[in-house]
């Protein structure tokens, strides 16, 4: 039997795609091999959102080359985004590459295998076929969690991005294709569904006049199916975070009390040059919005420093907001200029050193904010849906809580079991604690 190893970088919709390759080479009749020496089929699903992800991809490549150099009838494969950005010159730039594929046209990997692809001409497959990934079979290792694709592309301008151009304008997935997928998951066990689209809250805009339809509609049709406990989405852009959102997330009990709400930079100067479209105000009544309606709410977000033309005063904007709202976490990022973005040619690039003074002065920020964030829930009683042993220490078991902060804790239940756990203790990213009770089924 031939096999395949699949290399993911990147997030968490790459790591959904990589579980449609996964998928569809499986149906193909490939079997999946533990290590890129044992398969002959390798495939790197790539990110290209910042430099450091194509330099991690570069590294891999090269052993995958060295592996070839061994074994010439390996077919290496190269999907994702930047195999996108790079198509027209990733052959020339990787001569040992066989097929590349883009985010969108997964599908034509199969195709291209299918027909035989061992020994055949090189194919490359990109925007022009773009089709949902979300129709493909699934490989998932996960038993009771799953992400659902509901959108595809992203129509904003951000001034920094590359993702539009790699994944090309939003198409939202179909309503009812969407709840069959979860009803389908929620049959085979699986209990917390997280959807993803690249704005979630825009889904549904693009299906009308054929369907009127908008997120919050899609989540409560996702909290009626029998057998999910949790629903999760990400990410949500804050320029279309609308009333009935917030609604049908106060409504719905499945629907988790957490909002990952990028935000980019606390300073509305450097905002508008992003075209994000909010100001700092609008944001912080955004956020007042969603706490009065959803009183024990998470925020987290990410945060980009360095961006060009960022003062220290715009750069002091960030910090104080990360106070202000009171993240409970963020992803924090230093700019990165991607070629043909905006933002690459504007003028004002920030000298590297003051990029990494800004990052280590605001990590600092986001961490003393969330380990007080955390330290409000000891005493608490969290609902926990374990996940496996902790990482740290095998005698504890892991999992998270609705608001989506990871917990160790002394306890006896199983993998997708949901628990009571009481909180004793916390650090900026995890809490610790005892299982009280098992919460009914
Ligand atoms: N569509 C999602 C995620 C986009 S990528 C959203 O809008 O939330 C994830 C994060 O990477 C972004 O939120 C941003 O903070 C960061 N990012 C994107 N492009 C970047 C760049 N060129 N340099 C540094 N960070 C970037
Ligand atoms: Fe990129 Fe902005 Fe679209 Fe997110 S919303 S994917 S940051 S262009
Ligand atoms: Fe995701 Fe990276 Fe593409 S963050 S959308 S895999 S550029």
Known sequence: MRRYHVTTFGCQMN?????????????????????????????????TIREKPDQKFAAHLAQAAAVKRRSPDKVI??????????????????????????PGSIPHLGEWLGAGGFGLDRG????????????LPMHRDRTFQAWVQISMGCNSKCAYCIVPAVRGREVSRRPGDVVAEVTRLAVEGVREVTLLGQNVNS????????????????????????????IRFTSPHPKDFRRPVIEAMADCETVCEHAHLPLQSGSSRILKTMRRTYTR???FRLVDELRSAIPDLALSTDLIVGFPGE?????????????????????????SPRAGTEA?????????????????????????????????RVGRVEEVLVEAPSRTDQTLLRG??????????????????????????????TLRGAQAARVAA
């Open 203 to 230: 889904w549904g805009r693009d299906l009308a006049p054929e369907i009127h339809t908008e997120f919050g509609e899609l989540l409560r049709a996702c909290d009626a199916v029998d057998g999910i406990e949790r």
């Open 77 to 102: 494969a190269v999907g994702g985004c930047y195999a996108e950005a790079q198509r027209g010159r990733l052959f020339e730039l990787y001569p040992y590459v066989d097929v590349a594929f883009g």
């Open 344 to 376: 690459a040619a504007m003028q004002e690039q920030i000298p590297d050193d003051v990029k990494r003074d800004r990052i280590e002065r605001l990590v600092d920020v986001v961490q003393r904010t969330a380990a007080r964030r955390n330290a409000e």
């Open 15 to 47: 790591a959904h795609d990589s579980e449609r390759i996964k998928g569809m080479l499986e149906e193909l009749g490939l079997g999946e091999a533990p290590s890129q020496e044992d398969a002959d089929v390798l495939v790197f699903n790539t990110c």
């Open 124 to 135: 490359s497959f990109g925007l022009e076929e773009r089709s949902f990934a979300g129709e």
């Open 400 to 429: 998270r809580t609705r608001r989506n902060t990871t917990v160790n804790f002394s306890g006896e239940a199983a993998p997708g079991e949901l628990v009571d756990v009481l909180i004793d203790g916390a650090t900026s990213m």
């Open 311 to 335: 003062t220290e005063d715009d750069f002091y904007d960030t910090m104080a907001a990360v106070e202000e709202v009171g993240f409970d976490s963020a992803f924090t990022f230093v700019y």
């Open 281 to 283: 105000e609008r944001y």
